[in-house]
């Protein structure tokens, strides 16, 4: 943004408030590809923060295997039966 306008407002302004950068507030952007297929796409956001199984086996990470592999197989019977576009939106914890 800074490359194209250097002098704008959103020089003045945090990453945060722009909704980019790394961290837990970015933007749901599977969601905003379905809407910008008006449906047509798939999409889910998969990790990151409230993303993880409620309860004791938030922290068992077969429970965590298993959630993106279940996704995956949705998205894949999704492109190839529905014949959509699928999206995961993959948000990861800090490394």
Same mark, same amino acid.
Do not use: H
């Given at each position: 943004?800074?490359?194209?306008?250097?002098?704008?407002? /959103?020089?003045?302004?945090?990453?945060?408030?722009?909704? *980019? %950068?790394?961290? @837990? #507030?970015? =933007?749901?952007?599977?969601?905003? +590809?379905?809407?910008?297929?008006? /449906?047509?796409?798939?999409?889910?956001?998969?990790?990151? *923060? %409230?993303?993880? @199984? #409620?309860? =004791?086996?938030?922290?068992?990470? +077969?429970?965590?295997?298993?959630?993106?592999?279940?996704?995956?197989?949705?998205?894949?019977? *999704?492109?190839?039966?529905?014949?959509?576009?699928?999206?995961?939106?993959? +948000?990861?914890?800090?490394?």
């Amino acid at each position: 943004m800074l490359g194209v306008q250097p002098t704008g407002f /959103g020089r003045y302004t945090a990453g945060a408030q722009l909704t *980019v %950068g790394f961290g @837990p #507030d970015v =933007p749901d952007y599977a969601q905003i +590809a379905v809407a910008a297929s008006s /449906g047509w796409a798939w999409g889910v956001r998969a990790g990151g *923060v %409230g993303a993880r @199984p #409620d309860g =004791p086996e938030m922290f068992n990470e +077969a429970a965590i295997s298993k959630q993106f592999t279940d996704l995956m197989e949705k998205a894949v019977r *999704v492109v190839l039966e529905e014949k959509r576009c699928a999206v995961i939106d993959c +948000a990861l914890d800090l490394i």
